[in-house]
């Protein structure tokens, strides 16, 4: 069992950076995938960014490609979201995940593990 919490949300006007992290505990870190997805008022739950275990592959929707980076300490059993150039339609709640589905996860259902979520708020 694998116990996660994100943190790191806030409040920012457009164009500003936020760095979510994401501790992980109970479980063998580096032996799961991990991922970030978010949750919009009335929407689904969408996948944001991936990383293997070793940190070396990262994959991401194409909505925060070139903006959001996705990174991974083993040895911290931590996972970080680093968010760049934000905007208004990056406001959600922000989850991360764990996976034990070898082949690049994307999917709600692909992720075993979950945390509580930290919303992340971005003004015009």
């Known amino acids: 069992q694998v116990q996660l919490v994100e943190s790191g949300g806030g409040f920012v006007q457009a164009g500003a950076s936020l760095r979510l992290s994401c501790a992980a505990s109970?479980?063998?870190?580096?032996?799961?995938?991990m991922g970030w997805f978010r949750q919009a008022p009335g929407k689904e739950r969408a996948f944001v960014a991936g990383?293997?275990?070793?940190?070396?592959?990262?994959y991401y929707a194409d909505s925060v490609k070139g903006r959001f980076t996705v990174s991974r300490d083993n040895a911290k059993n931590t996972v970080t979201l680093q968010m760049d150039s934000l905007k208004p339609e990056d406001t959600a709640v922000y989850y991360c995940?764990?996976?034990?589905?070898?082949?690049?996860?994307?999917?709600?259902?692909?992720?075993?593990?979950w945390g509580p979520g930290t919303q992340v708020t971005v003004s015009s």
């Open positions: 995940a764990a996976s034990r589905v070898p082949t690049l996860p994307d999917r709600v259902p692909e992720y075993d593990y």
């Open positions: 109970g479980g063998t870190f580096s032996s799961y995938i």
């Open positions: 990383i293997s275990w070793t940190g070396t592959g990262t």
